[in-house]
């Protein structure tokens, strides 16, 4: 126990430490958002921060994680996440192409997963689904970055610790460079990262809990424990077919965008939908674990 603390610690430091160095090299790069449009930042801020997170998470995974079992796919599959991401923000890229890969990723690390072909064929569009939906609600300050922080607390449950507890430390780390007054923001590369180590990993976590199960408990499931990101992308996409628009377009439908719009503050915002996220996920775990 005292070695995943000690762990912890380290990812903690590097997200810390690390952030202010690719702020720098982002700006070096011209790696920057610019404010305009459906955003509300007032100044340009480089996209640096998903870097961070991206090397973080692969040195841990080189030489602390599990290297014989799920490890080695979730740190490949996350790199070819993260390598699409950084080069969307660089020069953007057509959506389908990126869903290609994520799908393609979500499959690699599906795929040593003993399971029935059903099961495998939903866990890769769940997977490839959260990928997309942490990148839909990086639209506020932090809120990706707690959405993961509170996933990973509450993943605590599953008592894998040693895979978990590091997470948390990396994403905290960036964290406090990101809120409440941002100097870096995390990028599609960043954002759509997240998503994919936090819904591999919850896989690889859950997996023997859904031998048997049908596809409406499981579907079910894997619902909750998308959590916000999940939930909230599902709400704007039906609520965007019902108004004869593409599911896909842009606009300021997502929840944080209307709190925002209605005038509440980002500390209560953060407050509210890390709140409901952590409810959610802990309840479909609890689920999960007690009733399936």
């Known amino acids: 126990m005292l070695s995943i603390y000690l762990f912890t610690l380290v990812t903690f430091l590097w997200g810390l430490i ?7 090299l982002a700006k070096k790069f011209r790696l920057l958002d610019r404010p305009g449009g459906r955003k509300h930042h007032q100044h340009t801020m480089p996209r640096g921060a998903g870097i961070v997170l991206w090397s973080g998470y692969l040195l841990w995974a080189l030489f602390v994680g599990n290297r014989g079992v799920e490890v080695p796919y979730i740190a490949t599959g996350s790199t070819l996440v993260f390598i ?3 080069m969307d923000d660089m020069h953007p890229l057509p959506p389908l192409f990126r869903l290609f890969f994520h799908l393609a990723a979500a499959a690699w690390v599906a795929y040593p997963l003993p399971i029935v072909a059903w099961q495998r064929l939903l866990l890769v569009v769940w997977i490839a689904g959260v990928t997309n939906a942490y990148n839909l609600i990086d639209g506020m300050d932090g809120l990706c970055l707690l959405i993961t922080l509170l996933t990973s607390i509450a993943a605590f449950y599953t008592g894998n610790l040693s895979v978990w507890m590091p997470i948390a430390g990396l994403v905290f780390g960036v964290f406090l ?3 409440p007054n941002p100097r870096t923001f995390l990028g599609d590369g960043g954002s759509t990262f997240l998503g994919y180590i936090c819904a591999s990993h919850l896989i690889w976590t859950i997996f023997p809990n859904i031998f048997g199960v049908n596809f409406i408990k499981l579907s079910f499931v894997l619902l909750l424990i998308g959590g916000i990101p999940v939930a909230d992308t599902l ?12 599911p896909f377009s842009p606009d300021r439908g997502h929840t944080h965008h209307k709190l925002q719009d209605t005038g509440f503050s980002k500390i209560t915002i953060l407050l509210l939908m890390g709140s409901v ?3 959610i996920i802990s ?3 609890r689920i999960l674990q007690l009733y399936l």
């Open 18 to 24: 690390s952030t202010p160095v690719s702020i720098g």
């Open 84 to 86: 699409i991401g950084y």
């Open 177 to 179: 460079w990101n809120f």
């Open 235 to 246: 709400i704007v996409m039906i609520s965007r077919l019902l108004t004869k628009k593409s």
């Open 277 to 279: 996220h952590l409810m």
């Open 283 to 285: 309840f479909g775990l």
